[in-house]
């Protein structure tokens, strides 16, 4: 079954690099462009992608608020956003509205076609100086409050799920089972307070909620 792809790019002859790449890539299939939030929220769930690759700096309404708008009515597709910020705001502003990926556009083919085949098997690709800055903000480590606070092992496996690792990757790294993995994983969400890898990056890190 090929991964089906759209992607919102204002910068025409950019995204017409990206769409020749993503036709080209074995077992990928491209479905859909957009210039803009606005015409990719009237039609892209039509495409039925399973990933969707967007800019941040579009035209009127931006990449980040476009993708909070589409996730609750594409929940299984996967969002990765594609752009030129790297400041850690936007990082993990990105990562609260729902996407799982942030790459910077001087991505190679290579590693953009790898990361839309990583984000389908469970992992959160990332530019390598990006996954840097949110490995920095985790050891800054903010405090939390007194009936949430995670044990060490619980931070260690958030700081693990932020980093893109599968729950059998986390399993393998600290040398336990894969269903303590999991219990972990429900202990971190229920003392966070949030439902998904992506709000308990961002609440770890003091961001507002969506």
């Known amino acids: 079954m090929k991964i089906r792809v759209s992607i919102i790019e204002d910068d025409a002859p950019l995204r017409a690099i990206f769409v020749e790449w993503l036709r080209q890539a074995e077992g990928l299939e491209f479905v859909g462009e957009y210039p803009d939030a606005e015409s990719a929220l ?4 039509g495409d039925r992608p399973d990933v969707v690759l967007s800019d941040i700096n579009l035209p009127k309404l931006n990449g980040i608020e476009c993708v909070r708008r589409l996730k609750p009515q594409m929940p299984a597709t996967q969002f990765m956003m594609l752009t ?3 400041d850690t705001d936007k990082i993990f502003d990105a990562l609260a509205a729902g996407a799982t990926g942030y790459l910077l556009k001087q991505t190679t083919r290579e590693e953009l076609l790898a990361a839309v085949r990583d984000v389908m098997v469970g992992g ?17 480590q903010p405090a939390a409050e007194p009936d949430t606070a995670l044990s060490p092992r619980e931070w260690e496996i958030l700081d693990l799920l932020a980093r893109g690792y599968l729950y059998k990757e986390i399993a393998a ?6 269903p303590t993995v999991n219990s972990f994983v429900r202990r971190i969400y229920e003392k966070l307070h949030v439902h998904s890898r992506a709000q308990a990056v961002a609440k770890y890190l003091g961001q507002r909620q969506p």
């Not at 959160?124 to 050891?139: D, E, L, Y």
């Open 124 to 140: 959160s690709p990332m530019t390598s100086n990006i996954a840097r800055k949110v490995v920095q903000s985790f050891q800054r």
């Open 42 to 45: 009237q039609r892209i769930a």
């Open 173 to 178: 790294k600290l040398g336990i089972a894969e």
């Open 84 to 86: 030129v910020y790297e």
